[in-house]
């Protein structure tokens, strides 16, 4: 079964420093993989996926993801925290080849922005 | 942009009453799901559908739980008899076809079991 290992469940920033979100994925085969964020008291944004393309992958907000095969790795970064950044950031695995298959999240990371 | 929407917002329910989530997915999207969210901890798979009918379901989706696609357009979540421990945010997901199209998550419902 897929699992995903996100490292750190708070991370705080300071306002205009990087930001890193670890994800570490478990699969036999390279997955698709997602990194959604959740606002306060709101549902799930894609933010960016990886599909077998580019391993450098570009997404809303500034925000980047790199997938690296050995490491088995899809670690988030923003070259510099906004205010608004401040959200929970949740990194997901899915299949390549089951057709109807779901999403498995991993724990979630919760950043917190300082002025 | 095309949005999942779910219905209601959020949910009073009291022990052991039934309750029925309401979604209505992206129209041209085939592929439908449900999760949930209990407070403070990570989103957990319950159940996903295609072709009318269960794909996959978790351990947690028991005899309690059951999904319809009654008309084509809704697709409702029903909790037979809600214990405590189903108070949770629950969200419905809907994806067009492989999963490199992604996934698009409506807001979800808050379902407070009292």
Known sequence: AQSVTQLGSHVSVSEGALVLLRCNYSSSVPPYLFWYVQYPNQGLQLLLKYTSAATLVKGINGFEAEFKKSETSFHLTKPSAHMSDAAEYFCAVSDQGAAGNKLTFGGGTRVLVKP | EPEVTQTPSHQVTQMGQEVILRCVPISNHLYFYWYRQILGQKVEFLVSFYNNEISEKSEIFDDQFSV???????????????????????????????????????????????
């Open chain 2, 68 to 114: 319809e696609r009654p008309d084509g357009s809704n697709f409702t979540l029903k909790i037979r008899s809600t214990k405590l421990e189903d108070s949770a945010m629950y969200f419905c997901a809907s994806r067009r076809g492989q999963a490199s199209y992604g996934y698009t998550f409506g807001s979800g419902t808050r379902l407070t079991v009292v």
